[in-house]
């Protein structure tokens, strides 16, 4: 989807991504041609004379038409970049896993992680569904406690955390009544910021910032939602599956403010191409309550497991019985 088109395409996203770049630069090519046409009809209509009137109208008409043809090249929605205010200062502590245990009912979904979750790093997660990945990032947020071991999270750590559910908007509420909170500014990392310029980086522009939250598209959502977590300006970034409903655009720029965060990131994503870009660890549930700390980027670990185990991606969520604990 671009522009409002569908665009079909044959081939694989690599492919694709191939073809999307030459036809930018094939309609960058022709936007520039109807850039020169237009400075050259508009010299004309300028200097237009009284006693060309009759095919002054005529050129005006021209005139009109480039101009329609003009805004044909330009993107009804730009997402220039997505900013992630700057937090405090992290220690050299942000995460620890010692022997940590966790299950539920009869189920073990971790067992005995042990891992030091490296400052500036950004950790991808992944796993089949019911692994235990959410509740890795719950216990994090201290919203609930393992079952044996230990976590112990840095003093100087600030989390914010992004997660599915979305459930913190308010679908009454404008974009701008949301982010805003009713004022004008906003203070990002020590300093003031225009409510309505705040929205804008995470491109919510003009008429888009009086749109009802409830009117909004799952990318838009999501959106929303990142840019109102950032606000808290932390240190620890957890995010929940954040390319879902994500457009390839606001992708980019997410993983560009990912590479610019001076703090740490959890991602949990099943897009292996958006992981490859940004991910440095991976933390893998690699099935049978096994959770595997990998440094390096998605594509190395998979050639790792794939050396291990003979497998492409993680095995299927399977569990061990939780053990009796004393």
């Not at 770049?21 to 209509?45: P, T």
């Not at 502590?93 to 009912?105: A, E, N, P, R, S």
């Not at 705040?198 to 008429?207: H, L, P, Q, V």
Request: aromatic share 8%; charged share 25%.
């Amino acid at each position: 989807m671009d522009r409002g088109q569908g665009i079909p395409f044959e081939g694989n996203y690599s492919s694709w991504i191939e073809a999307k770049a030459k036809r930018l630069a094939a309609e960058g090519a022709a936007a520039k041609a109807n850039d020169r046409a237009i400075a050259a009809e508009y010299a004309f209509v300028s200097q237009q004379r009284s006693g060309q009137v009759k095919k002054g109208k005529a050129r005006l008409r021209a005139y009109e038409e480039l101009l329609e043809a003009s805004a044909s090249f330009v993107r009804q929605a730009t997402l220039d970049s997505i900013v992630i205010p700057i937090g405090p200062r992290l220690g050299d502590i942000v995460v620890d896993f010692k022997d940590l245990m966790k299950g539920y009912g009869d189920r073990l979904l971790i067992d005995k992680l042990s891992m030091h979750l490296p400052p500036g790093a950004v950790v991808g997660v992944v796993g089949g569904n019911g692994a235990g990945k959410t509740t890795l990032f719950r216990m994090i947020m201290g919203q609930e406690t393992p079952d044996a071991g230990e976590l112990v999270v840095g003093s100087t750590v600030r989390a914010m955390c992004v997660d599915q559910s979305r459930d913190s908007l308010d679908d009454a509420k404008t974009v701008y009544e949301e982010l805003g909170g009713g004022g004008d500014e906003l203070v990002i990392g020590g300093r003031a910021v225009s409510a309505r310029a705040y929205c804008t980086w995470y491109n919510f522009r003009g008429g888009d910032q009086q749109k009802k939250v409830g009117e909004l598209s799952g990318g838009e959502r999501n959106r929303l939602l990142l840019a109102k977590t950032l606000l808290t300006g932390g240190n620890l970034l957890l995010l929940d599956e954040p390319t879902n409903d994500l457009d390839v655009d606001t992708l980019r720029c997410l993983e560009d403010a990912i590479a610019a965060f001076s703090g740490c990131v959890v991602v949990i994503s099943h897009d292996r191409w958006f992981l490859d870009r940004c991910a440095t660890h991976i933390l893998a549930f690699e099935g049978d309550s096994q959770v595997r700390f990998f440094e390096g980027s998605y594509s190395e670990y998979a050639a790792d497991l794939r050396k291990r185990t003979g497998q492409a991606e993680p095995g299927l969520v399977r569990y061990r019985p939780m053990p009796v604990m004393a």
